[in-house]
């Protein structure tokens, strides 16, 4: 998955839309800090693969829609990250937004994320309007109840937790928005992408798992063993470490085998094998043996 | 302004979206209390009679846009209740929504409405999707940065907080929504549509900050006093009460006479009148003497 600097640059091209004079300081200051440096970026990575796979590669929409999603991505950690959840004193090796400016700031920087979010998407859409109605549902199914990542979090106000729904929806969600987004940005039917959005994320969220059991602050850029110091269900707390692991391939396998017809069929299979190495390394995993 | 049961109608099919089986209870539960019983849905109705005023009335997709921009005002009252923010107890005449259920699920409530707002608008413009860039864009101006709600809450939290900014910010942006959102909604043009909405809005601002001022909680249906022990920037400290009430009469009289040629001149301009009264009765103005 390439394109890392267009990605960047749509992310840029959002961001200082909100940062312009007149813009409360701290704010425009805290918005930037929470997508700038980014980490993987791997959902618009995975929305520009798909759109390029249809047979858009270097869209203008597509990336739009990348970077809303990475938006909608990085509003959720700040929220996510705040006292009243897991209170994460880091992220991406540096404070979190409300260690490095304040709690009332992290809560209006994930809210202003949102918005910019849907803002970005009706410009670039503004002269393809057909595409925007299905762009905006998905965007908003990721983020939003039932289906998205706050009824996700929201699972955790719950007393009991069902954890593959959680897991679905904390983070498959947004995977299933960025192979949606991407085949509806380049125009094209978007129900045959939604199961390899489905297996990348679930997959995804045990490799996090894997390497939050594994892994150190460093590596991370985070704090490790936060799901077990927060008795947060995992899937290693649930499925066991070898367990976890064959789960994740089993999951690379069947998003492989979900890749629809397309120009880039081939290219797209060549990818996933190389983010399932990405995200398990065999290096991490022979600590696990 | 008339409408309030297809305004109430719309919100509860707005709701209902997202208050599915498989949502988590208590955030399904808190979403509901956010949103009913509601205030006087003042800016939903506003848009509803500009729609009229253009020569729609009872359109479903004015409806819609009412009712998202009624949802980004409670997320936003629900966000500003937060301890981290003004720590209000009450809300509406009830407990608020974190002291209802918890802080947590207030924030996931604010968070979700944001996202259901967009997704309510994108539902009812899929067969008007030409309209639907302009109403995005206007909703999220109102709602973020640097030109909405975010950004005016965000000026709470710089040293220096310059008034006129703020309360355009964190009051005017949503009615220049209501009555530019109206107009597009309607497909007329909303650029004279502008001042009606920043008129009103400073104008109801003003007439908050006389009614904290002299107002009691049963009347306010939340915590009196608030903005004065808060050491909020406020009108009535600024202006004091005769000029607040006096820069509210002009607010008033240079909104009727922004309103534009339109099929429902006449009747806005009833409307407005009607509504300065409402805002302001001759009742607790007599206190103020």
Request: charged share 20%.
């Amino acid at each position: 998955m390439e394109s890392t600097s267009a990605i960047e640059q749509a992310l840029e091209v959002a961001v200082a839309s909100c940062d312009t004079l007149g813009c409360p300081p701290r704010l425009a200051a805290a918005i930037r800090y929470a997508v700038f440096p980014g980490g993987a970026r791997i959902r618009p990575r995975l929305c520009l693969a798909i759109a390029a796979g249809c047979g858009e590669p270097h869209s203008p929409l597509a990336e739009a829609t990348a970077a809303s999603i990475e938006l909608l991505h990085c509003a959720s950690l700040v929220h996510d990250d705040l006292p009243c959840f897991d209170d994460a004193a880091l992220r991406r090796n540096r404070p979190s937004v409300h260690r490095a400016f304040d709690e009332r700031i992290a809560l209006l920087v994930g809210d202003a994320l949102i918005v910019l979010a849907f803002q970005n998407v009706a410009r670039a859409f503004s002269a393809a309007a057909p595409r925007l109605p299905g762009i905006v549902l998905a965007l908003g199914r990721a983020a939003g109840a039932p289906g998205g990542i706050v009824a996700g979090q929201a699972w955790e106000c719950e007393t009991a937790t069902p954890l593959e729904e959680y897991r679905r929806l904390k983070t498959g969600a947004l995977f299933v928005a960025a192979t949606v987004g991407g085949a509806l940005s380049a125009g094209a039917d978007p129900t045959p992408w939604r199961t390899l959005g489905e297996r990348l994320g679930e997959a995804y969220q045990l490799a996090d798992d894997v390497r939050d059991a594994l892994g150190t602050e460093e590596e991370l850029g985070k704090n490790a063993h936060r799901d077990a110091d927060l008795g947060r269900p995992t899937a290693v707390a649930e499925l066991g470490l070898q367990g976890t692991v064959q789960r994740f391939d089993a999951l690379m396998r069947e998003a492989t085998e979900s890749i629809p017809q397309c120009p880039g069929a081939e290219f797209l299979r060549d990818l996933v094998e190389l983010e399932a190495q990405r995200l398990l390394p065999a290096s991490l995993l022979q600590r696990a043996a």
